[in-house]
């Protein structure tokens, strides 16, 4: 069992940088891919970043070039770095966990925090 916790929202402005953090609790920490996804008031959920055990990482189109997705296997934590922020980066930021073929496919992974608000001012 994984228990996730994220923390590191809040609100900035346009171009401005925000960093998210994500706890997770539980032996099998290296098991897991550990994946970020967001949703907005009335959009589904959407995927954002994801990293494997060895490092590697995988990110939306959308994002990529300004976040930075990483883990530490020691402490059991994920980061996210998100830099030139845009107003359509606002929602709710959340961290999830799973043994998954599909990593931009949210319904694979098992395990999810509950949430972090990231807002973009204009």
């Known amino acids: 069992q994984v228990q996730l916790v994220e923390s590191g929202g809040g609100l900035v402005q346009a171009g401005g940088s925000l960093r998210l953090f994500c706890a997770a609790s539980?032996?099998?920490?290296?098991?897991?891919?550990m994946g970020w996804f967001r949703q907005a008031p009335g959009k589904e959920r959407e995927f954002v970043a994801a990293?494997?055990?060895?490092?590697?990482?995988y990110y939306a189109d959308s994002v990529k070039g300004r976040f930075t997705i990483s883990r530490d296997n020691a402490k059991n934590t994920v980061h996210l770095q998100m830099n030139s922020l845009k107003p359509e980066d606002t929602a709710v930021y959340y961290c999830?966990?799973?043994?998954?073929?599909?990593?931009?496919?949210?319904?694979?992974?098992?395990?999810w925090g509950q949430g972090t608000q990231v807002t973009v001012s204009s």
């Open positions: 990293i494997w055990w060895s490092g590697g990482t």
């Open positions: 539980g032996r099998t920490f290296s098991n897991y891919i």
């Open positions: 999830a966990a799973g043994r998954v073929a599909y990593v931009a496919g949210p319904a694979q992974y098992e395990h």
